[in-house]
């Protein structure tokens, strides 16, 4: 993986190809240089191509959040210990680009500032502010799934689980938005303080 895309192995077909591609030319051009020309050269593929699976740039970016939803799934399931207190941890690194040893880690600033530009567009569009809205759920749902495992286990406080899950996404997503527009990296020293939260709030003595 030369160019440095978190996605094991080859794409399985033109589809997936064109998901990888867009990520490629987002990290180069960020939201407002990414074409469908230049996807399509990304990808090697004609814009043709390109066309027989999406309606247009809309239409690409609400798949391509998809995807990459997915391939976080993807990663997590992989990483996932079945001990609540190591898959929060994992968790929280991936949501912060943190990825784990069996991918390349990309450039981080362009891809979460590629993150931020396409979030942006929910202020007026609809339909990307569904699937941000579909995206937040999910992430809550897989945490709310993580603390009612380690509450279940006896190693996780009786905490409420879908308030939790849903403050952390909240400073996650704070984290990320930070990342995404600052000069310096406040991700370190934020890390810690979400460490500590999860010490404090959630683990219990032993």
Do not use: W
């Not at 990320?176 to 683990?203: F, G, K, M, W």
């Amino acid at each position: 993986m030369s160019d440095g895309i978190p996605f094991a192995g080859e794409p399985a077909d033109s589809h997936e190809a064109i998901m990888r591609a867009t990520f490629r030319a987002l990290r180069e051009y960020g939201y407002a240089g990414l074409s469908i020309q230049r996807i399509a050269d990304e990808a090697d593929l004609s814009k043709s191509t390109f066309y027989h699976h999406f309606d247009g740039k809309e239409d690409l970016l609400l798949s391509f959040q998809e995807f990459i939803l997915t391939e976080f799934n993807r990663i997590f399931q992989v990483e996932s210990t079945g001990d609540p207190e190591q898959d929060i941890q994992t968790f929280v690194s991936l949501v912060l680009d943190d990825f784990p040893d069996c991918v390349e880690t990309p450039e981080k600033n362009a891809v979460l500032g590629s993150y931020i530009e396409m979030r942006a567009q929910a202020v007026q569009n609809p339909e990307f502010r569904e699937k941000f809205t579909e995206t937040d759920e999910l992430f809550t749902r897989q945490l709310v799934h993580i603390i009612e495992d380690g509450i279940e286990q006896g190693v996780f406080a009786d905490v409420n689980p879908e308030t939790v899950s849903r403050f952390m996404i909240t400073i996650l997503d704070g984290v990320i938005l930070q990342s995404a527009t600052r000069n310096d990296n406040p991700v370190a020293d934020i890390r810690d303080t979400i460490d500590e939260y999860i010490e404090e709030t959630l683990l219990l003595d032993t």
